[in-house]
Nanobody, 126 residues
Framework: QVQLVESGGGSVQAGGSLRLSCAAS????????MAWFRQAPGKEREGVAFIYNGGLSTYYVDSVKGRFAISQDNAKNTLYLQMNSLKPEDSAMYYC???????????????????WGQGTQVTVSS
C-alpha cells in the first residue's frame, strides 16, 4: 500500500522560503512519476511541479518557474519542493502525488495520479 506523508508547510511572509517534504513508502514500481499539486479555497487542484523517475526530467508551471524546485532523495524515498520568493498567491494546501509511469514522460494532470498525501498548508502573508 502506497503511503505519502507531506510535511514542512507553515506560515511565512512574502519573499520567504519553505521546503516541503513528502515521505513515500510502499512504492515498489519503477519508473514512477511524482508531483506537487496545490489547492486554494474555492479553486481547483492544480499541478505546480513534476518529476520523472528520480529526476530524469522535471517540469514547472509558469507561475512557479524560477522560484520552486522539485527534487527527490531516492535513498530516503523522499520528495521535496523548495519554494523561494513566496507570494501570497502561493497560499494553498499542497499535496504530493505519485504514479507508476512506464511510458517515459511526465504526468501533468491530477487525474493521472492514483496516490496522494493528506496535504500540508502553506500560508504566505503580504
Amino acid at each position: 500500500q502506497v503511503q505519502l506523508v507531506e510535511s514542512g508547510g507553515g506560515s511565512v511572509q512574502a519573499g520567504g522560503s519553505l521546503r516541503l517534504s513528502c515521505a513515500a513508502s510502499g512504492y515498489s514500481y519503477s519508473p514512477y512519476c511524482m508531483a506537487w499539486f496545490r489547492q486554494a479555497p474555492g479553486k481547483e487542484r492544480e499541478g505546480v511541479a513534476f518529476i520523472y523517475n528520480g529526476g530524469l526530467s522535471t517540469y514547472y508551471v509558469d507561475s512557479v518557474k524560477g522560484r520552486f524546485a522539485i527534487s527527490q532523495d531516492n535513498a530516503k524515498n523522499t520528495l521535496y519542493l523548495q519554494m523561494n520568493s513566496l507570494k501570497p498567491e502561493d497560499s494553498a494546501m499542497y499535496y504530493c502525488a505519485a504514479q507508476f509511469c512506464p511510458y517515459g514522460r511526465l504526468l501533468l494532470r491530477k487525474e493521472q495520479y492514483n496516490y496522494w498525501g493528506q496535504g500540508t498548508q502553506v500560508t504566505v502573508s503580504s
